[in-house]
C-alpha cells in the first residue's frame, strides 16, 4: 500500500479520535493550525526526547509528523495538547538523523508545516570525536569552492557565485579552542574559477583547474600562493598546467606527488583516469603521467601516509597506496558506509577516515545530510569498521572540510544548494582525547 495512504488513514483514525472529545474551538483555530517554533531545535537520537511547538490555531488532539525528503513520514505516537498554541511531543529514541520537516494536521484535515530544518535529529557518536560548534559564518553565497587549512589559519578559494565564478580568497584565524575568527580578505588569483581542486603541499597552497560557470569546464592552469609562518598569503602565481581542463575534480597530496583523479574535461563529458606529477624542491610541478585509475567519478579525496581515499559520486568510496616511484595500487573499493553519503565530503582526521554529509532521496526531493561516520585507518592503508560520529548541527551537501591538527571544519552548502543567499555556517569538531593516541604509524616502502 502506498505510504501516503497509510498516513492518511493514520490521520483519520487519530483526528477521529481527537474530534470525539472535543468543544467548539475558538475563531482563531477555524483557520488552522500555524507552527512557529520547535523547541529544541535539536535533540539527540540517543534517548526519547520532548520537544515543545509553538504557534496558534491548533485543535486537541492532532497529528504531529516528521518528514525526511522523499522518506516515508514519521507519525509521532506521543502528542500532548496543552493549549492552542502550544504542543509538546516526544521524539522516539533511535530516530534517524537528519533535518526533519515538522507538519501539524488538526482534526478538520488542515495542517502547517515548518521549513526544511524544523527539527534536527542528531548522533553523539562514539566520543572520539566532540560535538560539533557553530563558528563565524563565511561570508557571500558562493558554492563549488577549495578550503585548506594551514599555518594557524583556515583558507576558502574561489568559488561559483551565482551565475559565475570568483577569485576572491578569503582567511581566518583558528582560535586556541577551534573557533574562527573574522573572515579578512587576502590574495585574489589570477583566473575566476569555481569546482577546483586546493591542496597544501609545503609552504604553498595549491589551486588546480575548474570552471568560470557550473558544469563548463575551462580551466588547466595551476596557480599557487607561498603561504608565510603568520599566515599571510602572498601573491598568486601560474606554475603549470594539467594536460587538459578540468572541473570537480579530487586531488589529493602523498610526499612529494600530487594526485588528480576524475573530474569534468568539457560540457557532458566526465575524464575517469588519475594523473600525478611530482613536485620538485622549488614547488613546481613537473610532468603528468597516468597511474591506476579509480573504479568510480571520484568528486572527494584525502590521504594518510602512503594511503589515498576517494568518495565517488554515487557514495562509494575506495582506497589505493602509492607506490615508491609515484605509481598507485589498483584502487579496491572498501566496505560501504551505513548511510550514502553521495555528493558529501571525506577527511583525514586524527586516524580516522571521516565521511560527512551528503545528500539523500531522488529528484524532486532531494535533502542534505548531518550524518558523519568514521573508520580507523590500519597501518596497511585498509580501514576498520564504520561506526559513527557526532551528526553535524547543519545538513549538508556538496561542502567543504579542512582539517588542522585536532580541529576539523564543515565549510558552506545548506540543504537549499546551489541556491545560497548570504552567510553560509560553518561548523567544527575536534579531536576528544590527545591526538597522539589515535595517529596509527602508516608503513612507508
Known amino acids: 500500500m502506498n505510504r501516503y495512504v497509510i498516513l492518511a488513514l493514520v490521520l483519520c483514525l487519530a483526528l477521529a479520535g481527537g474530534a470525539a472529545s472535543l468543544g467548539q474551538p475558538?475563531?482563531?483555530?477555524?483557520?488552522?493550525?500555524?507552527?512557529?517554533?520547535?523547541?529544541?531545535?535539536?535533540?539527540?537520537?540517543?534517548?526519547?526526547?520532548?520537544?515543545?511547538?509553538?504557534?496558534?490555531?491548533?485543535?486537541a488532539t492532532p497529528v504531529v509528523t516528521l518528514t525526511l525528503g522523499d522518506q516515508a513520514p514519521i507519525v509521532l505516537s506521543q502528542v500532548r495538547f496543552?493549549?492552542?498554541?502550544?504542543?509538546?511531543?516526544?521524539?522516539?529514541?533511535?530516530t534517524p538523523e537528519g533535518a526533519y520537516v515538522v507538519t501539524v494536521y488538526n482534526p478538520d484535515g488542515s495542517s502547517h508545516h515548518t521549513g526544511p530544518a524544523g527539527l534536527t535529529v542528531v548522533r553523539p557518536g562514539d566520543q572520539r570525536m566532540r560535538a560539533w560548534m557553530p563558528t563565524t559564518p563565511l561570508p557571500g553565497g558562493r558554492f563549488a569552492f577549495a578550503a585548506v587549512a594551514t599555518a594557524g589559519?583556515?583558507?576558502?578559494?574561489g568559488g561559483l557565485l551565482g551565475g559565475g565564478s570568483d577569485q576572491t580568497v578569503v582567511q581566518a584565524r583558528i582560535m586556541p579552542d577551534g573557533r574562527l575568527g573574522p573572515w579578512q580578505d587576502a590574495s585574489q588569483l589570477n583566473r575566476s574559477r569555481g569546482g577546483i581542486v586546493g591542496v597544501v603541499s609545503g609552504e604553498y597552497i595549491y589551486v588546480i583547474g575548474g570552471a568560470i560557470g557550473a558544469g563548463l569546464p575551462t580551466e588547466r592552469t595551476i596557480e599557487r600562493a607561498r603561504v608565510a609562518p603568520d599566515g599571510a598569503l602572498g601573491p598568486w602565481e601560474v606554475i603549470g598546467e594539467l594536460p587538459e581542463v578540468r572541473y570537480g575534480a579530487a586531488g589529493a597530496v602523498v610526499g612529494e606527488y600530487l594526485f588528480?583523479?576524475?573530474g569534468r574535461t568539457v560540457v557532458g563529458d566526465v575524464s575517469m583516469d588519475t594523473i600525478r606529477a611530482r613536485i620538485a624542491p622549488d614547488g613546481t610541478p613537473g610532468p603528468w603521467v597516468e597511474v591506476a585509475p579509480t573504479r568510480g567519478?571520484?568528486?572527494?579525496?584525502?590521504?594518510?601516509g602512503q594511503a589515498i581515499f576517494v568518495l565517488n559520486d554515487d557514495g562509494s568510496i575506495e582506497r589505493s597506496r602509492m607506490n615508491a616511484d609515484g605509481s598507485l595500487e589498483p584502487w579496491t573499493t572498501v566496505a560501504p558506509t551505513r548511510v550514502n553519503h553521495r555528493g558529501g565530503a571525506l577527511a583525514v582526521?586524527?586516524?580516522?577516515?571521516?565521511?560527512?554529509?551528503?545528500?539523500?532521496?531522488?529528484?524532486?526531493?532531494?535533502?542534505?545530510?548531518?550524518?558523519?561516520?568514521?573508520?580507523?585507518?590500519?597501518?596497511?592503508?585498509?580501514?576498520?569498521?564504520?561506526?559513527?560520529?557526532?551528526?553535524?548541527?547543519?545538513?549538508?551537501?556538496?561542502?567543504?572540510?579542512?582539517?588542522?591538527?585536532q580541529w576539523l571544519y564543515a565549510i558552506g552548502s545548506t540543504p537549499s544548494y546551489p541556491s545560497i543567499p548570504g552567510e553560509q555556517p560553518v561548523e567544527f569538531s575536534g579531536s576528544a582525547l590527545p591526538p597522539r593516541l589515535y595517529m596509527p604509524l602508516i608503513g612507508r616502502e
Do not use: H
Open 26 to 59: 475558538p475563531a482563531s483555530a477555524l483557520a488552522g493550525p500555524v507552527v512557529l517554533q520547535v523547541t529544541p531545535s535539536q535533540v539527540y537520537n540517543t534517548t526519547a526526547s520532548e520537544v515543545t511547538i509553538k504557534g496558534s490555531g491548533f485543535v
Open 349 to 405: 582526521f586524527q586516524g580516522s577516515l571521516v565521511v560527512l554529509g551528503g545528500s539523500g532521496g531522488a529528484p524532486p526531493n532531494v535533502y542534505s545530510l548531518t550524518n558523519v561516520e568514521r573508520a580507523d585507518i590500519r597501518s596497511d592503508g585498509s580501514l576498520g569498521p564504520w561506526t559513527s560520529a557526532p551528526s553535524l548541527l547543519t545538513s549538508r551537501s556538496a561542502f567543504s572540510v579542512a582539517t588542522s591538527n
Open 82 to 94: 496543552v493549549d492552542y498554541a502550544t504542543l509538546v511531543v516526544t521524539i522516539p529514541a533511535e
Open 260 to 262: 588528480i583523479m576524475d
Open 297 to 304: 567519478r571520484s568528486v572527494a579525496a584525502a590521504s594518510s
Open 153 to 157: 589559519n583556515v583558507y576558502v578559494i
